[in-house]
């Protein structure tokens, strides 16, 4: 009797079922294949690791990123260890992938362009970081103690490949061809007020009576609590939302709410002999657009220096006053990529463009979708599950 599991060879022999461990084994590789063409061509798992994009995502919030929805990109390095990003698992150091083949940028078609206003995840542009951004806070402190030099060097370690160098999630508040300005942290997108995310936070200075806030009412409200928050006697500072500050002013021991600015620590492009720019009062700044020409001279070549030498492969150098593109002399520069401007929700608590600049369009990993699972205080937070990301 001929049975189904019994299949007969060119020679007319009977060949034997696989035994259950091949059929696991078989069943296993099938498994990791298909898990990593879905990791790398449709969605991508992720978590927040920080509060710069509170109160809109939290530390601890599971995400899905969607590849599809800007087009997959082909990876750069595609001999990898699998289920790995660049380092292998119980390991500090040693590399999860083989820069043996090497693939240039490549794209495939996706549903939408990146727009303004969507939370999108993408390698950090600037050099290449040891840790993830950890506290966006903790980086301020180095910087003021150590100096912003200091602090990249301590950080950078080895040039990884542009699809292996660390995740990061902002919101793009300007795309290519976008000109953007940031006055007393209210960010203008030409000439137009951009919205402002209704979960986002930025410090506001709260002037009362003199009485403290009730610490149970403002954790009802989700407010922030900042260290040594108090100023003086009925001055206090928070990271509040425009809800929370709506809420606030009903508030009888309330007198005043108004933005705080601290000191500013120094931005992009770090040239203060032409650009004098602080975090909150900040351009107007070109978005680099694919196809667009713009002059380069001493006074602009800080802002496109990056563009033109390391995201977009050109040597620049500087003779007698003019400047050289790959040895031919050049006073203007046509961009080859489109550039976005991103920025996180929590404005006074973020390592965002206003620090490091743009990102090409070859760093995009996808589009922030849905948030599966969130975890915080102790316990599971039900309210976020399966909530999409806006």
Known sequence: MNLAFWKRNKEGQSRKKKSAVR?????????????????????????????????????????????????????????????????????????????????????LPGFTDIKRND????????????????QDQSYYGLVRSLGRDAVWEAYHVTSRPVDKRENYIKRCVAEAGDTLSIKDGIVFVNGRQAPIPPESERRYLVETTGDQLNPERLEELGVTAIPDAALSTGLFVYNLTPGNVAALKNFSVIKNIRPYFSTGLPVFPYDTAHYHWTEENFGPLYIPKKGATVKIDSSNIAIYDRIIRVYEGNKLESKNGRFYINGQPAD???????????????RNNSLDSRYWGFVPEDHVVGKAWLIWMSYGGGSIRWSRLFQTIK
């Open 23 to 107: 059929e696991w084994l078989d069943a296993a590789i099938f498994a990791v294949i298909a898990a990593t063409l879905i990791r790398t061509f449709i969605f991508e798992a992720y978590t927040i690791p920080t509060p710069s994009m509170e109160k809109t995502l939290l530390v601890n919030d599971f995400l899905f990123v969607s590849k599809i929805s800007y087009g997959a990109r082909i990876p750069n390095t595609p001999l990898a260890v699998p289920f790995t990003h660049h380092t292998l698992p119980f390991t500090k150091y040693s590399k999860a992938y083989s820069e043996a083949v090497h693939w240039p940028y490549k794209r």
């Open 119 to 134: 939370v999108v995840v993408f390698n950090f542009p600037e050099g290449d970081t040891v840790a993830l951004e950890q």
């Open 332 to 346: 203007s520069y046509t961009f080859k990529m489109n550039y976005y401007w991103m920025m996180g929700d929590n």
